[in-house]
């Protein structure tokens, strides 16, 4: 899985309606190596702290095998490196095989899966799309967030290596699945497993509690 960007951005006002709102989602190309954080990378900014980066949340990746996807879904010729907010390109990154709790290692970095990614409408207004947050969660085409283990340097081209494999976890997508895209029959089994996991993050770990408390009999 070779790193094709690095993208980051500062926060930015935009239109949003009749107001203005903050964003960092606007990210670019830096064509640099750049040091990696502990709930975030060198020259990115994050507006909503709450729901972007973080120490569960400090690196956010896209498969750029997913753009071919969203270029013939959305009719669109080109599709620019971070498009989805994504800190990191990588040539691919497959959500339905890759388990919360996989470690990674980049440069001299170690990342960990904590959770999928959850659009919001802030994705809608990056493509000016209002169906966007809608396409995005049906195609369940994510994206991954990983915390820092280990904190360094990254640069282009490198290779993101699996060096441990989570034991008795769920996928990415398995886990995204279940909790939008899959009724309560079918999701509450692997939900329930999720809550289990030390590697989830704790934001989601409390919002799949409550599914579990609302749903369980």
């Not at 930015?12 to 964003?23: E, H």
Request: with cysteine; net charge positive.
């Amino acid at each position: 899985m070779q790193l094709l960007s690095i993208n980051v951005s500062k926060k930015q006002l935009i239109n949003y309606g009749t107001r203005q709102i903050k964003t960092g989602i606007f990210k670019k190309p830096i064509h640099k190596a750049v040091e990696v954080f502990t709930d975030h990378i060198q020259g990115d900014e994050q507006a909503d702290l709450r729901n972007h980066g973080g120490v569960d949340k400090a690196v956010y990746a896209y498969s750029f095998a997913h753009y071919t996807y969203w270029k013939d879904k959305l009719c669109i010729k080109e599709l620019d490196f971070g498009s989805f907010g994504e800190n990191f390109t990588f040539s691919e990154l497959d959500e339905a095989s890759i388990q919360i709790g996989d470690i990674f290692k980049i440069g001299n970095c170690l990342l960990q899966v904590s959770q999928p990614r959850v659009p919001c409408f802030k994705l809608g207004l990056k493509f000016d799309n209002a169906e966007m947050p809608r396409l995005f969660t049906k195609s369940a085409k994510t994206g991954i967030y990983f915390r820092v283990l280990q904190t360094g340097i990254v640069a282009p081209d490198q290779q993101l290596e699996l060096v441990e494999k989570a034991q008795n976890s769920v996928s990415v997508q398995t886990l995204f699945n279940a909790y939008y895209n899959q009724d309560v029959a079918q999701g509450l089994p692997i939900i329930a497993k999720a809550v289990e996991l030390a590697t989830l993050s704790e934001a989601w770990k409390g919002q799949l509690t409550k599914y579990v408390a609302r749903h369980a009999k």
